[in-house]
């Protein structure tokens, strides 16, 4: 069976590599074009293309998915089947052209959590399970008929990057299972259930990313946590941003901490420790404007509260 792949990032890799592990043959890569990046524009390639060409699988980088002249290269490769994990949203021009259909790598239980940041969102609403889910493409993102579906446990301090390390190579071994089951021919093909109180996973922005204090602690660190590493979640500190990476909520206020604002609390050594509106978050990892990341202990050492 002939398997053209698309997908752009580091999450998507794990797939493809799966798929190559696995002899499956994969005519062609479909991703993102090369990117200027950093101070001298370099050219970048996506993580993607790099492992592509490093196996000898032809790359396509349109620009434009409805292109003409992209869309008959696509077709020349004369796929059975498409696999798509974190690309960008497919005209059904490309969807529907091979005659196995294209299928598509969810990080979310479907019909739960459907959006662009479906990791994020899920780690963020303080939930205690997540998965995956494949499932084939038609015309309404994220509504096509579920395949197979993966459980992830979300620990109560997992930040969305640790979930989504894990659900990196839970996802790529599920595409495989998909895969195989398609080429057999035997497999389900289940219709979402929309009738119930669905959860959405919209893309993020850095309007939605700034800490309320208003919210009780527990909730901030979800918050937190499922917004680390990035986009991060991000406060004020003498009219510099503050990004905030990790926490721990706290029942009470360490007896031992000085108040150095209206918010803060510090033993200038090794504690950080943020009044919300109900409850402590001890602040463990953070990133000053114009300064790396680094621990609060570090953090303290060279900052001096006014």
Known sequence: MRIVFMGTPD?????????????????????????????????SES???????????????????????FLEELAAFRADLQVVV???MLPEAVWAMPPRGTINLHGSLLPQYRGAAPINWAVMNGEKTTGVTTFFIEKEIDTGKIIFTDTLPIGENDSAGDLHDTMMWTGA?????????????????????????LKAAPKIFKETTEIDWARDAASLHNFVRGLSPYPAAWT???????????????PTLPPELEQVNTRLYTDHKKRLVAATAGGYLDILSLQLEG???????????????L
């Open 11 to 43: 999450f998507a890799v794990a797939t493809l590599q799966r798929l190559v592990e696995n002899n499956f043959e994969v005519v062609a890569v479909v991703t993102a074009p090369d990117k200027p990046v950093g101070r001298g524009l370099k050219m």
């Open 47 to 69: 993580p993607v293309k790099k492992y592509a060409v490093s196996q000898n699988i032809p790359v396509l980088q349109p620009e434009k998915l409805r292109n003409r002249a």
């Open 86 to 88: 974190a690309f960008r």
């Open 173 to 197: 071994d599920l595409v495989v299972k998909t895969v195989k089951a398609i080429e057999a021919g035997n497999y389900p093909e289940q219709p979402q259930d929309f009738s119930g109180e």
């Open 236 to 250: 004020t500190l003498n009219d510099k941003q503050l990004k905030i990476f990790e926490t721990r909520v706290l």
């Open 291 to 305: 300064k790396k990341r680094m621990t609060t202990e570090e953090f303290l050492r060279g900052y001096r509260f």
